[in-house]
Protein backbone atom coordinates (compact mmCIF):
# COMPACT_ATOMS: atom_id res chain seq x y z
CA UNK A 1 0.00 0.00 0.00
CA UNK A 2 1.42 3.19 -0.91
CA UNK A 3 -0.40 6.96 0.49
CA UNK A 4 0.51 9.76 -0.65
CA UNK A 5 -3.19 11.97 0.18
CA UNK A 6 -3.06 11.82 4.41
CA UNK A 7 -5.81 13.58 6.38
CA UNK A 8 -5.65 14.27 10.28
CA UNK A 9 -8.44 13.60 12.87
CA UNK A 10 -7.29 14.48 16.75
CA UNK A 11 -9.19 14.83 19.70
CA UNK A 12 -9.98 17.67 21.44
CA UNK A 13 -7.20 17.57 23.96
CA UNK A 14 -4.22 20.02 23.80
CA UNK A 15 -1.86 17.43 22.65
CA UNK A 16 -4.09 16.05 20.12
CA UNK A 17 -4.85 19.38 18.65
CA UNK A 18 -1.25 20.61 18.70
CA UNK A 19 -0.18 17.69 17.07
CA UNK A 20 -2.34 18.02 14.24
CA UNK A 21 -1.12 21.15 13.20
CA UNK A 22 2.37 20.26 13.24
CA UNK A 23 1.30 17.01 10.96
CA UNK A 24 -0.35 18.89 8.66
CA UNK A 25 1.85 21.94 8.35
CA UNK A 26 4.24 18.91 7.11
CA UNK A 27 2.24 16.80 4.89
CA UNK A 28 -0.76 19.33 3.88
CA UNK A 29 -4.22 19.84 4.78
CA UNK A 30 -6.13 16.85 2.82
CA UNK A 31 -10.09 16.89 2.52
CA UNK A 32 -11.39 13.80 4.15
CA UNK A 33 -13.15 12.46 1.14
CA UNK A 34 -9.79 12.99 -1.29
CA UNK A 35 -7.60 11.05 1.45
CA UNK A 36 -5.70 8.12 0.93
CA UNK A 37 -5.47 7.32 4.66
CA UNK A 38 -7.29 8.85 7.83
CA UNK A 39 -4.57 9.60 10.77
CA UNK A 40 -6.43 9.61 13.79
CA UNK A 41 -4.86 11.12 16.83
CA UNK A 42 -6.41 10.68 20.28
CA UNK A 43 -7.59 7.75 22.32
CA UNK A 44 -9.57 4.81 21.39
CA UNK A 45 -12.72 7.10 22.08
CA UNK A 46 -11.59 9.18 19.00
CA UNK A 47 -10.76 6.45 16.86
CA UNK A 48 -14.25 4.93 17.53
CA UNK A 49 -16.52 8.24 16.59
CA UNK A 50 -14.29 8.36 13.79
CA UNK A 51 -14.83 5.26 12.23
CA UNK A 52 -18.39 5.76 12.89
CA UNK A 53 -18.36 8.83 11.01
CA UNK A 54 -16.81 7.27 8.17
CA UNK A 55 -18.51 3.99 7.43
CA UNK A 56 -19.16 5.03 3.86
CA UNK A 57 -16.11 6.25 2.81
CA UNK A 58 -14.36 3.12 3.74
CA UNK A 59 -11.25 5.01 3.62
CA UNK A 60 -7.99 3.13 5.76
CA UNK A 61 -7.44 4.47 9.14
CA UNK A 62 -4.39 4.50 11.28
CA UNK A 63 -4.36 5.67 14.86
CA UNK A 64 -1.67 7.69 17.25
CA UNK A 65 -2.09 7.89 20.92
CA UNK A 66 -2.89 10.89 21.80
CA UNK A 67 -5.47 10.09 24.62
CA UNK A 68 -5.66 7.86 27.67
CA UNK A 69 -6.46 4.37 26.40
CA UNK A 70 -5.18 3.73 22.92
CA UNK A 71 -5.94 -0.47 22.34
CA UNK A 72 -6.38 0.66 18.86
CA UNK A 73 -3.95 2.82 18.15
CA UNK A 74 -0.63 3.05 17.00
CA UNK A 75 2.66 4.52 19.24
CA UNK A 76 3.15 7.89 18.67
CA UNK A 77 5.86 9.30 16.60
CA UNK A 78 5.83 12.04 14.28
CA UNK A 79 9.00 11.05 12.71
CA UNK A 80 8.54 8.32 9.47
CA UNK A 81 5.04 8.96 9.39
CA UNK A 82 5.14 7.85 5.70
CA UNK A 83 7.29 5.44 6.46
CA UNK A 84 5.22 3.46 8.75
CA UNK A 85 2.04 3.90 7.13
CA UNK A 86 3.25 2.47 3.72
CA UNK A 87 4.38 -0.70 5.94
CA UNK A 88 1.07 -0.73 7.79
CA UNK A 89 -0.63 -3.86 8.21
CA UNK A 90 -4.01 -3.97 7.70
CA UNK A 91 -7.62 -5.26 9.92
CA UNK A 92 -10.64 -5.27 8.35
CA UNK A 93 -13.33 -5.43 10.96
CA UNK A 94 -17.09 -5.79 10.30
CA UNK A 95 -19.02 -3.49 12.60
CA UNK A 96 -22.65 -4.70 14.83
CA UNK A 97 -25.77 -3.39 13.89
CA UNK A 98 -28.46 -3.63 16.88
CA UNK A 99 -32.14 -3.00 15.93
CA UNK A 100 -33.99 -1.93 19.02
CA UNK A 101 -37.74 -1.24 19.58
CA UNK A 102 -38.56 0.30 22.88
CA UNK A 103 -42.09 -0.11 25.24
CA UNK A 104 -43.76 2.71 23.20
CA UNK A 105 -42.78 0.58 19.90
CA UNK A 106 -40.39 3.19 18.83
CA UNK A 107 -37.79 1.10 16.79
CA UNK A 108 -34.32 2.65 15.74
CA UNK A 109 -31.04 1.31 15.01
CA UNK A 110 -27.36 1.36 15.76
CA UNK A 111 -24.01 0.22 15.08
CA UNK A 112 -20.76 -0.41 17.16
CA UNK A 113 -17.28 -1.67 16.76
CA UNK A 114 -16.86 -3.01 20.36
CA UNK A 115 -19.62 -4.15 21.56
CA UNK A 116 -23.62 -3.77 22.57
CA UNK A 117 -24.82 -3.71 26.25
CA UNK A 118 -28.12 -3.93 27.72
CA UNK A 119 -27.83 -2.49 30.94
CA UNK A 120 -30.82 -2.16 33.97
CA UNK A 121 -31.51 1.25 34.59
CA UNK A 122 -32.64 1.47 38.16
CA UNK A 123 -32.44 -0.52 41.33
CA UNK A 124 -33.81 -3.37 40.15
CA UNK A 125 -31.91 -6.66 38.23
CA UNK A 126 -32.96 -7.07 34.49
CA UNK A 127 -35.03 -9.69 33.42
CA UNK A 128 -33.57 -11.20 29.78
CA UNK A 129 -34.63 -13.80 27.38
CA UNK A 130 -32.16 -14.51 25.28
CA UNK A 131 -32.58 -16.06 21.36
CA UNK A 132 -30.07 -17.55 19.11
CA UNK A 133 -31.08 -17.77 15.54
CA UNK A 134 -34.90 -17.92 16.55
CA UNK A 135 -34.10 -20.48 19.17
CA UNK A 136 -34.43 -19.77 23.03
CA UNK A 137 -31.33 -20.47 24.88
CA UNK A 138 -32.01 -18.75 28.01
CA UNK A 139 -35.45 -18.49 29.00
CA UNK A 140 -35.10 -16.31 32.45
CA UNK A 141 -31.54 -14.51 33.12
CA UNK A 142 -32.10 -11.94 36.12
CA UNK A 143 -28.63 -9.81 36.16
CA UNK A 144 -27.67 -6.27 35.58
CA UNK A 145 -27.45 -6.85 31.94
CA UNK A 146 -25.28 -8.28 29.44
CA UNK A 147 -22.76 -7.88 26.69
CA UNK A 148 -22.26 -8.84 23.05
CA UNK A 149 -18.75 -8.01 21.89
CA UNK A 150 -17.12 -8.38 18.29
CA UNK A 151 -12.95 -9.69 18.65
CA UNK A 152 -11.74 -6.17 18.48
CA UNK A 153 -13.86 -5.13 21.76
CA UNK A 154 -13.56 -8.44 23.56
CA UNK A 155 -10.56 -6.65 25.47
CA UNK A 156 -12.68 -3.91 26.58
CA UNK A 157 -15.99 -4.19 28.35
CA UNK A 158 -16.26 -7.63 27.69
CA UNK A 159 -13.36 -8.20 29.33
CA UNK A 160 -14.03 -6.12 32.55
CA UNK A 161 -17.54 -8.55 33.07
CA UNK A 162 -15.37 -11.27 33.14
CA UNK A 163 -15.68 -12.20 29.21
CA UNK A 164 -13.30 -14.46 27.08
CA UNK A 165 -10.90 -12.68 24.82
CA UNK A 166 -11.59 -13.52 21.65
CA UNK A 167 -8.69 -14.16 18.71
CA UNK A 168 -9.15 -11.92 15.02
CA UNK A 169 -10.71 -14.08 12.84
CA UNK A 170 -11.91 -16.16 14.98
CA UNK A 171 -15.43 -15.74 13.61
CA UNK A 172 -17.25 -15.46 17.01
CA UNK A 173 -19.08 -12.90 18.96
CA UNK A 174 -19.02 -12.88 23.20
CA UNK A 175 -22.38 -13.03 24.83
CA UNK A 176 -21.18 -12.17 28.57
CA UNK A 177 -23.83 -11.18 31.28
CA UNK A 178 -22.97 -8.46 34.03
CA UNK A 179 -22.93 -9.40 37.32
CA UNK A 180 -26.00 -12.83 36.71
CA UNK A 181 -28.14 -13.32 39.62
CA UNK A 182 -29.91 -16.18 37.62
CA UNK A 183 -28.53 -19.05 36.84
CA UNK A 184 -25.78 -17.73 39.13
CA UNK A 185 -23.25 -20.19 37.56
CA UNK A 186 -24.32 -18.79 33.62
CA UNK A 187 -20.60 -17.03 32.95
CA UNK A 188 -21.95 -16.31 28.94
CA UNK A 189 -21.47 -18.42 26.00
CA UNK A 190 -19.67 -17.67 22.44
CA UNK A 191 -22.01 -17.72 19.48
CA UNK A 192 -20.82 -17.23 15.51
CA UNK A 193 -20.28 -13.99 14.34
CA UNK A 194 -22.75 -14.62 11.74
CA UNK A 195 -25.28 -15.43 14.37
CA UNK A 196 -28.89 -13.57 15.40
CA UNK A 197 -28.78 -12.70 18.59
CA UNK A 198 -32.43 -11.71 19.51
CA UNK A 199 -32.37 -10.33 23.55
CA UNK A 200 -36.26 -9.86 25.04
CA UNK A 201 -36.89 -7.53 27.86
CA UNK A 202 -39.27 -9.32 30.21
CA UNK A 203 -41.05 -6.92 32.57
CA UNK A 204 -39.67 -4.36 30.26
CA UNK A 205 -41.91 -1.28 32.14
CA UNK A 206 -41.00 -2.70 36.07
CA UNK A 207 -37.55 -3.36 35.16
CA UNK A 208 -35.99 -0.92 32.71
CA UNK A 209 -33.46 -1.33 30.59
CA UNK A 210 -31.22 0.74 28.34
CA UNK A 211 -28.82 -0.76 24.82
CA UNK A 212 -25.94 0.99 24.49
CA UNK A 213 -23.86 0.43 21.24
CA UNK A 214 -20.01 1.98 21.91
CA UNK A 215 -22.03 5.58 22.59
CA UNK A 216 -25.36 5.13 21.32
CA UNK A 217 -27.64 4.47 24.12
CA UNK A 218 -30.97 3.97 23.69
CA UNK A 219 -33.53 3.73 26.71
CA UNK A 220 -36.64 1.84 27.50
CA UNK A 221 -35.77 -1.13 25.35
CA UNK A 222 -38.02 -3.82 24.96
CA UNK A 223 -36.12 -6.08 22.45
CA UNK A 224 -33.03 -5.75 20.92
CA UNK A 225 -31.62 -7.68 17.57
CA UNK A 226 -27.70 -7.92 17.36
CA UNK A 227 -25.62 -8.86 14.21
CA UNK A 228 -23.08 -8.20 12.17
CA UNK A 229 -23.43 -5.76 9.27
CA UNK A 230 -21.31 -7.66 6.41
CA UNK A 231 -22.57 -4.76 4.48
CA UNK A 232 -19.76 -2.57 6.22
CA UNK A 233 -16.28 -2.96 6.20
CA UNK A 234 -13.70 -1.06 8.06
CA UNK A 235 -9.66 -0.79 7.68
CA UNK A 236 -7.27 -0.24 10.56
CA UNK A 237 -3.82 -0.21 10.19
CA UNK A 238 -1.55 -1.20 12.83
CA UNK A 239 2.46 -0.75 12.87
CA UNK A 240 3.46 -4.47 12.04
CA UNK A 241 5.58 -4.81 15.08
CA UNK A 242 2.61 -3.91 17.37
CA UNK A 243 -0.82 -4.95 15.05
CA UNK A 244 -4.32 -5.51 16.50
CA UNK A 245 -3.86 -9.61 16.75
CA UNK A 246 -0.54 -8.99 18.87
CA UNK A 247 -2.25 -6.42 20.93
CA UNK A 248 -5.46 -8.92 21.86
CA UNK A 249 -2.81 -12.04 22.27
CA UNK A 250 -0.80 -10.18 24.54
CA UNK A 251 -3.98 -9.50 27.03
CA UNK A 252 -4.32 -12.84 27.39
CA UNK A 253 -1.16 -13.65 29.23
CA UNK A 254 -0.54 -10.56 31.43
CA UNK A 255 0.05 -11.67 34.35
Same mark, same amino acid.
Request: aromatic share 6%; glycine share 6%; charged share 25%.
Given at each position: ?27 G ?9 I ?23 Y ?18 ? $?? !?????? #? =????? @??? +?? /? ?13 E ?10 ? $?? !?????? #? =????? @??? +?? /? ?105 Q???
Amino acid at each position: MSFDKIAFVGADSVLAKRACQRLRKQFGTIAIEKADVIVVLGGDGTMLETLHKLFQHQIPIYGMNRGTVGFLMNEFREDGL $KK !RLDSAQ #K =VELHP @LRM +DV /TTVDGVRSSAHCINEVALLRQTRQAA $KL !RISIDG #K =VRMPE @LIC +DG /TVAATPAGSTAYNLSAHGPIIPLGAELLALTPISAFRPRRWRGALVPSNASILIEILEAKKRPVSAVADYTEIRDVRRVRICQDNDIKLTLLFDPEHNLEERILNEQFVP
